[in-house]
């Protein structure tokens, strides 16, 4: 569940980036939050991943109250979160099944369950036949199923999509929702972040509309279903959901055939750079800045990562390094 009680944002330039918002997202539910740049969207996601704390108010996420959860915590709170990134955020030198398993790998899973999930999420995204492949290898929208898949394989409470379809050609993003709606019709909580209301407008639902800082609108709407879309088979009901699972339990049966799980499980990491692995686990690193030796050691700790923005990172430590780090220092790591 995720619930704002009386919360206001006030950053230290004087913006109130969010004023007094009150909202509650019960378990089950699949919601789209919608509005210009700058109305407070991103505060609210910051919020909700505890990368920023509130002025006032109380914010509780997964039974998790986030104005009194210590820092040591938040890697076990975020281990109940899924995040999709617009920019898919892949790293290049995995095949997907790799990309999908060093989140796992990275917050120390067993090896015998890494081996079951991660064909399962694979094929229940629809991508099997890509197991494989490398990103550069796949479509936008076949990208975006892997960063989908990656956010779901370790079973999240709640996703939270930060404008999933920003980066994919339009026809292509009604299947993502469709997909992100199939997740949903299983159990798990959606928070949708969009620009694209045509998107809303079609499949309606729980739309939440942020201006200036507060929610103007937070109703349930029908959707209209466009006629222009209508002979577009992306129409994915709960009975084709649960028939997709039954056929990713009977593929991950026989994974093995198709995929070399030792390697995957041993993913090599000695061509790979620590933006590559602060990629995976939730941060792409862009630029330099001053900030650097402060930020990695943020990272190394684990604590309190800016995961919806690129950060600077310095390259002083090696992948091995860093990944020793964060799965250490958290008993298990992060996500």
Do not use: C, W
């Not at 394989?153 to 050609?169: K, S």
């Amino acid at each position: 569940m995720v619930e704002l009680k009386n919360v206001s944002v006030t950053y230290s330039s004087g913006v109130d980036a969010l004023n007094n918002v009150s909202l509650k997202i019960n378990d089950g539910d699949f919601a789209f939050v919608v509005g210009s740049s700058g109305a407070g969207k991103s505060t609210m996601i910051k919020l909700l991943l505890k990368e920023i704390d509130a002025t006032s108010g109380v914010v509780t996420v997964n039974g998790y109250n986030l104005n009194k959860l210590k820092k040591r915590k938040i890697p076990e709170f975020r281990r109940t979160l899924g995040f999709v990134f617009q920019d898919f955020r892949l790293i290049p030198s995995m095949t997907v099944y790799e990309n999908i398993a060093f989140v796992l790998r990275v917050i120390d899973a067993p090896i015998k369950y890494i081996r079951k999930r991660v064909p399962y999420v694979i094929s229940l995204v629809g991508l099997h036949a890509k197991t494989n492949s490398y990103p550069d290898e796949l479509s936008g929208g076949e990208k975006q199923r892997v960063a989908i898949a990656r956010a779901l394989v370790n079973d999240p409470q709640l996703i939270i999509a930060d404008e999933p379809t920003g980066n994919i050609d339009p026809e292509l993003s009604y299947e993502i929702v469709e997909l992100l709606k199939g997740i949903n019709d299983q159990g798990t909580t959606i928070l949708m972040v969009t620009h694209e209301h045509d998107l809303v407008r079609h499949f309606g639902g729980r739309i939440i509309n942020i201006t200036e800082g507060e929610i103007v609108f937070d109703e349930v709407i029908a959707g209209t279903g466009d006629e222009l879309l209508a002979d577009m088979d992306t129409e994915v009901p709960t009975e084709a959901m649960a028939a997709a699972i039954s056929d990713a339990e009977r593929i991950n049966d026989h994974d093995d055939e198709d995929v070399n799980t030792e390697e995957a499980i041993n993913l090599p990491i000695e061509n790979m750079t620590a933006d590559d692995i602060i990629s995976a686990i939730g941060g792409v690193p862009e630029g330099n800045s001053s900030e650097e030796p402060e930020l990695m050691q943020k990272l190394a700790d684990n604590i309190d990562v800016n995961i919806t923005e690129g950060s600077p990172v310095s390259a002083a430590e090696t992948p091995e390094e860093l990944l020793a780090a964060l799965t250490e220092k958290t008993e298990g790591g992060a996500e």
